[in-house]
């Protein structure tokens, strides 16, 4: 009676005609789906009337590999206890699982469907650390519209992605889900992959609701290890790990997911400090936040929730909105008696659930719950799906070497290619991780793409030569569309290492393409050492040895130890797990059709022992003595951040302040001029770096501060400039718990990498 009441006191308040179903059309085409005021009214209309029990419903997610719209999770359906279902990709179940919300169970509340469209859907793009080597925000937001419409195209409303944490740590394998190392490369991605995959607001045409994870500090673990503690100061959360999530929120971003593991002693998940206090009252997100998947439950296993009640307490009194889980959900069974014991109140629930109604109106679930099945064909066999996907591969490729121009190559020079290597031909591999919902069977591989590329003029034979696996398997395996080759006896492994050989040998040249299969970067793929896996570099070693050209194209999602190919191989070019069209795009950078750009978003170390090791750390007393260091290694990395060659050369000159000396709080203007000095034309990335001399705390010996990719034909010159700001020049004091801007001497740098020489001064009085 009391929920009527209220129901009909806010239909009253907001009157009736801004509550009926309300899609309206935007200059004719797109529909708009309530927005402001009228959202917040919508839902606490609902709320009005729901039970406790659909209010936890609404607040629970659940995994969903079945096949047909029926059994437990059915009837949970129907009864009101699921608000959302993650992983069902095909559109039909989709529609089938959306009626039995819309249709049977009491409210009719819309289901979200979530999944982890993270780099593609069905045309698979570059994972993130490679689209983030592209430094080009605007490509990293076409890529995303397209990959959020083909996700919509099937039904799917809701993409855990980006993921934003920041990491200095190769061992850890997640480091392929984000972008590097930087807080200013990453808060510029961040955006970017949330204005591609949410559009200019949530319920935007053919896009997604974004997720920005894991909030925050997961890529701090301990020792590169999966799932380990993070223990990060107060200065290096703020200056470091939030900055993108922060850029999110700003963005727009409508879910935050808490992530898994312990921050400073803290499961993130039960981290009230972190959802409350920074997200929330700090940042004035207005979105839900998710838990990773049973994260909540979990919290046990931490040792930091006394039972499954104590978990769904902990984690709602954090701020969790949503609880992602297999099935144990601890919210459902257990809030109903956290209330009554006067742990939590109804007043608590609401304000967690309000935020989830509040995204399904902002989607316009309520009013097109059901996805177009007869569209899906069409949407998936765009053609510019496939060029985009393209140019997103082309320019993400970094090229590490390329000594005496062996790059590009003639088309017509080389009668017979090698292709060589464990990669070299595998669907699956060059995909990357997250990739189970495409069409397999259009992947184009290295070695398919260079037979496009060069047709029957040249004779193209490809031998693997080894095989490398994971010493523990990965979880994923069953989700994969083409299975690991059966493994090789050791007479088999023999006879295949010595065809590859002699295929170098009757070639005119070897590509060989080397690196990780995509299982080991990414979730629970961390590893302890960054070696080639398997016998890859005696492989390398012996095809080197025919005396062949060798060109390498590496395959992975990380920084690997390529020591002894970065001073013995001629060619060397970064390819990451390039996607879809990947085959293609890189015949491109082979032959010279296209020209590459990119720039790494990670130091590249020389040895597994130096890690972490990042451009952006502090001085010290003897900033750059190597004796001072290691007695058996350099201490600086074997590529430096920012680094990235290209097939023509480019010169900085006329780095200018349009003011010197400023004072706190007021900003600047650097410009610098760049030129192509060479015969092709080409991209380079101006990249600014600062650096504060002295102050308050011992400031990084380089900040990335701006950047912008430029595309410049030979001969000419342009002249790019930053804004040197307030926000630019402050950081986060420990000591004072707070944002901070001295007045100091800053460094100012610009150049093609975080080595940069060009230097000026800026006095900030
Ligand atoms: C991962 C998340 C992912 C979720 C759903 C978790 O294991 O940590 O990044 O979004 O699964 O697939």
Redesign the pocket.
Same mark, same amino acid.
């Given at each position: 009676m009391t929920r009527l009441l209220a129901a009909a006191t806010i239909l009253v308040l907001v009157g009736w005609p801004t509550f009926r179903v309300n899609a309206r059309r935007e200059n004719g085409a797109a529909p708009a789906y309530p927005q402001g005021r009228e959202v917040r009214a919508r839902a606490d209309a609902l709320l009005a009337q729901m039970t406790l029990e659909e209010k936890l419903g609404q607040m629970n997610q659940l995994f969903f590999f079945g096949s047909t719209a029926d059994g437990g999770v059915a009837n949970g359906i129907r009864n009101g206890q699921v608000g959302s279902l993650?992983?069902v990709t095909n559109p039909a179940l989709i529609n089938s699982l959306q009626r039995i919300a819309v249709t049977e169970s009491r409210l009719k509340i819309p289901l979200i469907f979530g999944y %982890?469209v993270t780099h593609g859907f069905h045309t698979i793009f570059p994972v993130s650390i490679a689209m983030a080597a592209s430094w080009d925000p605007k490509l990293i937001e076409r890529s995303q519209a397209i990959a959020a419409r083909e996700a919509r195209a099937v039904g799917i409303n809701w993409t855990?992605a980006p #993921?934003v944490d920041i990491t200095r740590d190769p061992r850890w394998g997640r480091i392929v889900e984000g972008a590097g190392e930087d807080p200013y490369l990453g808060a510029v991605m961040a955006q970017a992959h949330v204005r591609g995959l949410q559009g200019e607001r949530i319920g935007s045409p053919d896009r997604l609701l974004a997720c920005a994870?894991?909030f925050a500090g997961y890529g701090a673990a301990e020792g590169g290890r999966d799932y380990d503690a993070a223990n990060i100061s107060d200065a290096q959360l703020w200056n470091v790990y939030f900055p993108p999530f922060k850029a999110a929120v700003d963005a727009g971003v409508g879910c935050v #997911?808490s992530a898994?593991m312990d921050l400073n002693d803290v499961p993130a998940t039960g981290n009230r400090w972190l959802l409350r206090d920074v997200l929330r009252r700090d940042w004035k997100f207005n979105g839900f936040v998710v838990s %990773?998947?049973n994260s909540v439950d979990e919290m046990r296993n931490h040792g930091y929730a006394r039972d499954a009640h104590d978990a769904a307490v902990k984690a709602l009194t954090a701020g969790v909105n949503m609880e #992602?889980s297999f099935g144990q959900s601890v919210y459902l069974k257990n809030i109903g008696n956290a209330i009554k014991q006067n742990q939590v109140s109804v007043k608590d629930v609401d304000d967690l659930v309000r935020p989830l109604l509040e995204a399904k109106i902002r989607l316009g679930l309520f009013e097109n719950p059901y996805v177009d099945e007869t569209k899906v064909k069409s949407t998936f066999a765009q053609p510019q799906h496939r060029e985009a996907a393209k140019a997103a591969a082309v320019s993400s490729a970094v090229l590490l070497k390329n000594q005496n121009n062996l790059l590009p190559l003639s088309k017509t020079a080389y009668k017979r290619i090698a292709v060589i290597g464990p990669l070299a031909d595998s669907r699956q591999n060059i995909l990357g991780p997250w990739s189970f919902a495409m069409d397999i069977d259009q992947t184009t591989t290295i070695l398919a793409g260079l037979k496009n590329k060069l047709g029957a003029s040249t004779q193209i034979d490809f031998a693997p030569g080894v095989q490398m696996n994971r010493v523990f398997p990965s979880i994923f395996d069953q989700l994969l569309k083409e299975k690991h080759p059966p493994v090789w006896s050791e007479t088999q492994a023999a006879d295949e290492f010595r065809k590859a050989i002699e295929l170098a040998k009757g070639a005119d040249l070897a590509v060989m393409v080397l690196g990780e299969n995509q299982d080991m970067s990414g979730?629970q793929a961390s590893r302890s050492t960054l070696d080639l896996p398997g016998r890859q570099l005696e492989l390398l070693q012996a095809v080197k040895a025919t005396g062949k050209p060798v060109v390498l194209l590496l395959m992975n999602g990380r920084p690997l130890d390529i020591s002894w190919a970065a001073e013995n191989v001629p060619a060397i070019l970064e390819i990451w797990y390039p996607g879809t069209e990947g085959g293609n795009a890189v015949a491109d950078l082979l032959f010279g059709d296209a020209n590459p750009g990119g720039k790494l978003p990670v130091t590249w170390m020389r040895h597994v022992g130096q890690v972490p090791i990042y451009y952006s750390h502090n001085l010290t007393q003897n900033p750059s003595q190597q004796d001072k260091r290691y007695w058996n290694e350099k201490f600086v990395p074997l590529y430096p951040f920012g680094y990235g060659l290209s097939y023509t050369t480019f010169a900085f000159s006329n780095l200018k302040l349009s003011q010197p000396e400023i004072r706190v709080g007021a900003a600047t203007e650097v410009s610098v001029e760049v030129k192509n000095t060479g015969k092709r034309a080409g991209d380079e990335v101006v990249q600014l770096y600062i650096h504060q001399q002295s102050g308050g705390a011992s400031r990084p010996i380089r900040e990335l501060k701006g950047f912008e990719r430029v595309t410049l034909a030979p001969g000419e010159t342009k002249a790019v400039r930053f804004k040197l700001g307030p926000e630019d020049l402050r950081y986060w004091n420990g000591a004072a718990r707070d944002w901070v801007q001295d007045a100091a001497t800053f460094d100012v740098w610009a150049g093609n990498d975080s080595t940069a020489s060009l230097h000026t001064t800026l006095k900030v009085r």
């Open positions: 993650l992983f %982890d855990f #993921m994870k894991h #997911m898994y %990773d998947a #992602m979730e």
